[in-house]
């Protein structure tokens, strides 16, 4: 499964920089064939600490993690849903994702020109917005002209899509996103046909700069007006020093943490956000462990066993007879997978039973 999630903001917020620290974790190209070899797409490694312990646990030759895309999309500039700047080369390139990465510059520093002339962190996320509302209500306007007549004949899919947009269209001139209008599953099926931008899953991206001067740890107006909004708006967010992690990316994984104290860098940036990326997508991983390897499956929440089997092949779905399944830490707590089955840990599951985030399984198909 490959989903991707795309990296949009200002120019001169650090994208690129982030983009760059990210592709050091990309992962082995012969464990992922479907990699494109696109220069602005980087298939990254989503950190695990559970594959890691299994793999120790079964001694296993090769450990495979799960994986997400990461899509370095050209710098928007006010005006883009009106074709400014890259304009609709960017936003076919954003719709093509399946979240967005909002990047927003955290830091004062004069040799780093900010397009607005200062920093200013909720100004830049509204001018990022308003242009992916802007372009969604062009697109939802005009299918909605067409809907209205075609919907006449009495087709369920185009009454059924007539409706959403009548939901949608209003929020977005209202200068809201997609996302934010209620809707039930039936209905969002049909929004998701339609591809609008601000349907998808976001997560804010704040980047600082060690050695500047940080919007938050300034803890003035701009901080507490940016705070107010991810609260009233329930966004997701995640800080990243995008300079300390590119640098951070050529030193050994040992030395990691003494650099990050002596950068004044508490945290991994980069791993938080691989981590809410993989969440905002609503991605769950279960794992496969063995001697010759050791293996973290994506799916989606929710996803059912014989669903989850056909991760790893098709006769896994189509011929599926039943699944053994364990929570992975009570495995580890067995040492083994024959121990757990002696203990009686082991459960056989059927075809209607929902995998959990972090079961190990074995798949049995006739």
């Known amino acids: 499964m490959s989903l991707s999630i795309g990296i949009v903001g200002l120019p001169n917020v650090g994208k690129s920089t982030l983009f760059n620290a990210l592709t050091k974790k990309g992962v082995p190209a012969e464990n992922y064939p479907f990699c494109t070899?696109?220069?602005s797409v980087g298939v990254v490694a989503v950190p695990d600490f559970r594959l890691d312990k299994l793999?120790?646990?079964s001694g296993s030759e090769k450990k495979v993690p799960a994986a997400v895309e990461f899509v370095d999309i050209?710098?928007?500039?006010?005006g883009a849903s009106e074709g400014e700047g890259l304009g609709n080369q960017f936003l076919t390139h954003i719709r093509e994702t399946d979240a967005i990465a909002e990047m927003v510059r955290m830091f004062d520093d004069e040799d780093v020109h900010h397009v607005a002339g200062q920093v200013d962190p909720l100004h830049d996320i509204e001018v990022i917005d308003l242009e992916l509302i802007l372009a969604d209500l062009q697109t939802a306007e005009k299918r909605l002209d067409r809907v209205e007549r075609d919907a006449k004949g009495g087709d369920k899919e185009l009454v059924a899509e007539r409706d959403v947009l009548r939901k949608i269209t209003p929020a977005l001139k209202d200068g809201k996103p997609a996302r934010s209008v209620q809707l039930d599953e039936k209905e969002r099926l049909a929004a998701k046909a339609l591809h609008l931008i601000t349907m998808k899953p976001l997560l804010y991206v704040l980047n600082r700069k060690s050695g500047a001067v940080n919007v938050d740890a300034e803890n003035g107006e701009r901080w507490r007006e940016l705070k107010g909004f991810l609260e009233r708006s329930l966004a997701g967010y995640v800080f990243v020093d995008a300079g300390v992690e590119q640098e951070l990316s050529d030193v050994h994984e040992d030395e990691r943490a003494d650099f990050r104290r002596e950068l004044g860098v508490a945290d991994d940036g980069i791993d938080s956000l691989i981590k809410s990326g993989y969440e905002i997508l609503d991605l769950i991983s279960f794992f496969t462990t063995g001697e010759k390897e050791a293996?973290?499956?994506?799916?989606?929440?929710?996803?059912?066993?014989?669903?989850a089997g056909a991760a790893i092949h098709s006769d896994f779905r189509d011929k599926f007879i039943r699944a053994e399944v364990i929570h992975w830490d009570k495995l580890l707590e067995a040492g083994s997978w024959a121990k757990a089955k002696e203990k009686g840990w082991v459960r056989s599951e059927g075809k209607d039973y929902v995998v959990q985030d972090g079961d190990v399984m074995e798949f049995r198909h006739s």
């Open 37 to 39: 070899i696109d220069p």
């Open 55 to 57: 793999s120790e646990m």
């Open 74 to 78: 050209a710098g928007l500039v006010k």
């Open 295 to 307: 293996r973290a499956w994506t799916i989606v929440r929710g996803s059912t066993a014989p669903q």
